[in-house]
């Protein structure tokens, strides 16, 4: 067993590990300063309207912070653009939805608010049967753990049929860091937190093996993608992913999304 050195001080640390760093605070360029508000602006459905359209309104620029809301009239009024702007203006898309469902992928992401694949991939709805957890991890077989993680893949296999089970990390992850910060040894801070994240353990192994004199944050950099490749190596311990791959209707695809960089990359196993 492994765990935090100093529960008091480790735990702000890993409190600190899991709310990832901002991005750096230099005066926009106008690449940065374009780029922010387009990967939401563009996409209205994911927008928050009101913020949005008070703050340009008075000259400010987008800030994603809605906070100043009510929180629950923001969902609302999210929702309200999303049936004006998309839904009832595509009952192709979505009146065929209301029979069922053929999902082509099932997608493991992170539940970091910055990536959601549906809005970074254009996956539209009916598309992508979706796991969001902290650091996109997927856990080796195991019918007394984790049993929310293997009903979701056996049903998008065995059921849904899907043809790519696809697990994306992302830069800046915060459970990347924590599982980086782990001390062998230390205890536990949080009750979930730190034993979900040693399902990628080994990965952490390999990168401190191979890349000890990297700085901690590049460290994090290459964990990101190698704890994608420990998700899909467990992936193959589920039988029915195992057989899916063997015969050719399964296909496994590793990803980094970077947002720091806008850059997006795959790899397949
Ligand atoms: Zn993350």
């Avoid at 994090?220 to 029915?240: F, G, H, Q, R």
């Avoid at 057989?243 to 997006?264: H, I, M, P, S, W």
Wanted: proline share 7%; aromatic share 10%.
């Amino acid at each position: 067993m492994f765990s935090f050195a100093g529960r008091a001080s480790t735990a702000s640390s890993i409190v600190a590990s899991l709310a990832t760093p901002a991005p750096p605070s230099k005066p926009s360029s106008p690449a940065a300063s374009a780029r922010r508000p387009r990967l939401i602006m563009s996409a209205p459905v994911f927008a928050a309207p009101s913020a949005v359209a008070e703050r340009s309104q008075v000259g400010l620029p987008w800030c994603p912070c809605t906070r100043s809301m009510d929180a629950v009239e923001r969902l609302k009024s999210g929702f309200e653009q999303f049936k004006t702007q998309v839904y009832d203006k595509k009952p192709e898309l979505f009146e065929p939805l209301k029979a069922g469902q053929c999902p082509r992928y099932m997608v493991f992401a992170c539940a970091d608010s910055r990536c959601c694949p549906s809005v970074t991939l254009g996956l539209q709805p009916g598309e992508a049967f979706t796991i969001r957890n902290i650091a996109a991890m997927v856990p080796p077989y195991d019918k007394n753990k984790y049993a929310g993680i293997g009903a979701a893949i056996e049903y998008a296999v065995c059921a849904l049929k899907v043809e790519v089970l696809t697990v994306i990390g992302h830069s800046r992850c915060g459970g990347i860091r924590a599982l980086l910060s782990l001390q062998d040894g230390a205890a536990d801070t949080f009750h979930f937190v730190e034993d979900w994240v040693r399902i990628g353990y080994q990965a952490k192994k390999k990168v401190q093996k191979e890349h000890p004199t990297v700085p901690f944050d590049d460290q994090c950099s290459i964990l990101e993608k190698e704890a994608v490749n420990v998700s899909l190596y467990n992936l193959l311990t589920y039988p029915w992913v195992k057989e899916g791959v063997a015969n050719g209707t399964l296909k496994l695809v590793g990803a980094r999304y970077d947002f720091v960089n806008g850059v997006f990359d795959t790899w397949e196993k």
